[in-house]
């Protein structure tokens, strides 16, 4: 008798396919929105680098007793954190330290890619894109004059949303705002 002998096939089944292919487009499906929600999460970064930079610039003026300014350049979409020295706010020979800013100026630069897009559209302190803080770390109008400012607001677009970093006067507290893009 002659034995029939089986190969044994190493190709895959109709049925081994169709799952495979079905837990990748289920994986797709789950992978996909958060890839969308990436860049607002970079927005919302910015956001947050925003309000932790202002309040970097109230407590240095505080605890140097020395008036401190963010000098925002809706332009550029940049800001700059600059020492206020003899009542002058001058950006370039005054920026603070930051050892990982460019020029190693505490500068941040909205045109790179880890703020996802988002765009300073206004800044307004006292009819003005400079916010200055006074050595007890309230809002001032000028920088050479004690006179306490109205406070203000930055606007930050980007992700169909807007979002309004708000300093109050007086008491420089911080408080975000978010409304979505009409």
Do not use: C, K, W
């Amino acid at each position: 008798m002659e034995f029939l002998r089986r190969t044994s096939s190493r190709a895959y089944t109709l049925i081994e396919v169709l799952v495979v292919v079905t837990v990748l487009g289920i994986a797709a499906a789950l992978v996909i929105p958060e890839m969308a929600s990436a860049h607002s999460l970079r927005v919302q970064a910015a956001v947050r680098t925003i309000v932790s930079d202002i309040t970097f610039a109230q407590s240095d003026a505080l605890a140097m007793q020395e008036s401190r300014a963010v000098v925002f350049d809706t332009a550029a979409n940049s800001y700059t954190l600059v020492e206020v020295i003899g009542g002058e706010i001058d950006v370039e020979a005054n920026a603070m330290f930051d050892s990982g800013g460019p020029r190693n100026r505490y500068m941040r630069d909205f045109g790179d890619q880890v703020y996802g897009g988002a765009r300073i559209t206004a800044a307004a302190f006292d009819d003005d894109e400079i916010l200055i803080f006074d050595e007890l770390g309230s809002p001032q109008r000028d920088p050479d004059a004690s006179t306490p400012g109205f406070g203000g607001f930055v606007e930050v677009t980007g992700s169909g949303s807007i979002y309004r970093v708000n300093v109050d006067a007086y008491t420089g507290r911080v408080t975000v705002e978010r409304r979505d893009a009409e």
